[in-house]
């Protein structure tokens, strides 16, 4: 099985491997690493329309971009057309795409109407997306979930409603917002969703393992697969499944070779937030870096204790370099 080529409006991808947006995490640094594990397309977090318009300087920092990480897509949450049209206008001249989220189950979206609430509106929907069209020609796509709850399963509608106002693809996370991340993802779901429409279907869902990406492209058929907890501390996932794709054996990172990426991870982080930041938001990922290692957890206890980020990478270095002679 190899790699396709895949089109999405005007914007040519070179691979069926992309990186999800995720809150708190696809920050510019991480978008770097990942992209140069060979995802064809990186997005933004989360970015709230309202905050744009309205704290525009602090919204922005999640903007922050580089040209090597092109091409890059911008993903905004808002539950009013009005709202959304004026923040993609905002936009689109520094983004290669523009995904709409409609299916963030996290309660503070939710109450504001955004996210996985608008699967609730199918008729907003529509509206939110024709207001769009009307001024913005680019690459359009939507992440949704399968529906709100299991008695509310409406994917296959806002599909449809998504491919007649003009949406270029579409993501699905196959479980409801009540599921969050519990349970097994429905890939049947993805099938279902593909087999309706004639625009792009993207698979999302418990894909861990290199073997997982590329069983769901094979069960479901989608376009195209999107990663994200699994990438966790884990860029090579995206290399592994590429590979695999062109009928390549998958090689694993040894312990030093994942130092090298972390160090450099942590080097791109401290460029653009500076040590405080730097300290808070790489712990997490210094921790996922070290899991399935011996001693990951003596290693995460240590990090967490230490206020300078020179002493975490010189126990980073210590961790790997004792691992990799074990």
């Known amino acids: 099985m190899q790699t396709n080529l895949l089109k999405i409006n ?3 991808l070179k691979n069926q491997v992309i990186l999800a947006p995720m809150a708190g995490i696809t920050s510019l640094p991480y978008r770097r690493i990942m992209k140069s594990f060979g995802a064809s397309l990186v997005f933004s977090e989360m970015v709230s329309a309202n905050g744009l318009i309205r704290d525009g300087h602090k919204t922005r920092i999640l903007l922050a971009s580089h040209p090597e990480e092109f091409p890059l897509g911008i993903q905004l949450f808002g539950d009013d057309p009005k709202v959304l049209t004026t923040a993609v206008e905002m936009v689109m001249e520094e983004s290669s795409l523009i995904d709409i989220n ?7 979206v939710v109450r504001s109407g955004a996210g996985s609430a608008l699967l609730q509106e199918p ?23 399968s529906g709100w709850d299991e008695q509310s399963l409406n994917f296959l509608e806002i599909g449809h ?5 003009g949406v270029d693809a579409i993501t699905l996370h196959p479980r409801p917002r009540s599921q969050g991340f519990s349970g097994q993802a429905r890939w049947e779901q993805i099938a279902g969703l593909k087999n309706t429409l004639n625009i792009p279907v993207f698979g999302s869902g418990d894909i861990f393992h290199p073997e ?17 907890r699994g990438c966790y501390g884990n860029p090579w996932l995206i290399s592994q499944i590429l590979a695999l794709l062109d009928g390549k054996e998958v090689i694993l990172p040894t312990p030093m070779e994942k130092f ?13 937030f500076g ?9 997490k990922h210094l921790c996922w870096y070290t899991r399935g290692l011996s001693g990951a957890s003596i290693f995460r206890s240590h990090l967490q204790k230490t206020e300078d980020l020179d002493h975490a990478l010189e126990l980073t270095e210590l961790f790997f370099s004792q691992a990799e002679a074990a």
């Open 212 to 228: 997982d990406g590329l069983k769901m492209l094979r069960q479901t058929g989608c376009d195209a697969i999107m990663l994200g």
């Open 102 to 108: 409609m299916g963030c189950p996290v309660k503070k």
């Open 123 to 145: 008729r907003r929907v529509a509206k939110i997306l024709k207001a769009i069209r009307k001024i913005y020609s680019g690459p359009l796509t939507i992440k949704i979930r």
């Open 275 to 283: 040590d405080k930041k730097t300290l808070l938001e790489m712990r």
């Open 161 to 165: 409603i998504a491919e007649t106002e």
């Open 10 to 12: 005007s914007l040519q």
């Open 260 to 272: 090298t990426v972390a160090a450099q991870h942590l080097k791109l982080h401290r460029q653009q």
